[in-house]
């Protein structure tokens, strides 16, 4: 078992706006624990230096889609041949993926878990509060797709990641943790 | 030379088909279901264009075993950006087979964008597909597709159908439940894994 120390999150100034970052690597060693190591992703910006990293670690398998509808039907494919798949998207593609969510994901039963990162977030003000329409509306569109959720602030957070794959696997639908701060 | 319908593509992979795993979708998935029924069957239904990223995943997961996807063209139009998909992640055990008639058939054949003159077949070449095919006559499909199988994939097969022909076999959507045939193709194999 690998020791995971929670290291202070250092702040991170970009586009403006003040926020804190969580870690990577914190990030890749509790996929790996999870043993989420097949990760189907179209990039998101939020959660990149995530994504650079996973692409350098021999443990991981990253398939990039060209769009999340595809993602979400690798997903499902990966599942049925018994591999358990993470969905890494921005936001924007949770909109974009609606049809397949619902033809797939909940009417099919695939346990998928999602890593959704909120890009262009305002940390300071809770996602339903965002001026922007995404930031806005994700979370009250994965609730009405019944896709349940949970947000993801800080390191400390980071626990959310097994408890959404474990819901998504008990309620044999997608689960989505919401990546609120930029991956650093 | 005979031309090509979708009866005569079916019933050739049929011909082949063992231990392959089979995506149908749309116009072809009717027609498999009155040739042939098999647990390693996976209907892509309730969301059109899906056929060739199941199959990918599939592919991927289960790297042992052939994957066939018996897909539409109009539906491939949906997701066409999963030809470079699938070319990037160069799985050799996936086969694409492209039911290409030029239209919607179920939404009472309206011409797909392209309608016959699209190339399928030029498009996986160009994303990076290993091999592709055009068929359009029976006997040189029926012929060639062992050689076609032999191939390492990802392979494209483009089957230009002639829409003039009553091939005979049902066209319209089927009722099976596809979540159950997705969890039920998990079951079969992972004891054939374990075994």
Sequence with gaps: MTNVTLLADPPLVWQGMTARGIRA????????????????????????????????????????????????????????????????????????????????????????????????????????????????MVLPLLEHLGIQHELIETANDLPALERIKAQAQVDARPAAAIVGAETI | ????????????????????????????????????????????????????????????????????VLDGDGSLLMQLGSLATIAEAAPPNLYHFVFHNGVYVFSGDQKIPGGSRIDFALMAKAAGYSKSFTFDDAESFVTTLDDVLAQPGPVLVQLKLDQSVDDGLPVRDIPLDPGERGRRLRQLLASTRAG
């Design chain 1, 25 to 136: 690597s914190l990030f890749v060693e509790e996929l790996d624990r999870l043993r989420l190591n097949t990760i189907v992703t179209v990039p998101d910006t939020h959660q990149r230096t995530l994504l650079a990293a996973l692409g350098r670690d021999q443990r991981f398998r990253v398939v990039t889609a060209a769009t999340e509808d595809e993602g979400v039907g690798i997903c499902a494919g990966l599942w049925w041949g018994g591999v358990d798949p993470l969905l890494l998207i921005q936001h924007a593609g949770v909109f974009a993926s609606v049809n397949t969510l619902r033809g797939i994901g909940l009417d099919m039963g695939i346990p998928i878990t999602m890593l959704v990162g909120l890009y262009g977030r305002d940390p300071a003000v809770a996602p339903e509060d965002s001026r922007g329409s995404m930031n806005r």
């Design chain 2, 1 to 68: 030379m005979t031309s090509l319908t979708r009866a005569a593509s079916l019933r050739a992979l049929a011909s082949l088909r063992h231990e392959q795993i089979v995506v149908p979708t749309m116009t072809a998935l009717a027609g498999w279901h009155a040739i042939q029924q098999s647990d390693l069957d996976m209907p892509c239904v309730g969301a059109m264009g899906s056929a060739s990223s199941m199959a990918l995943g599939l592919a991927l997961a289960r790297p042992e075993r052939q994957v066939w």
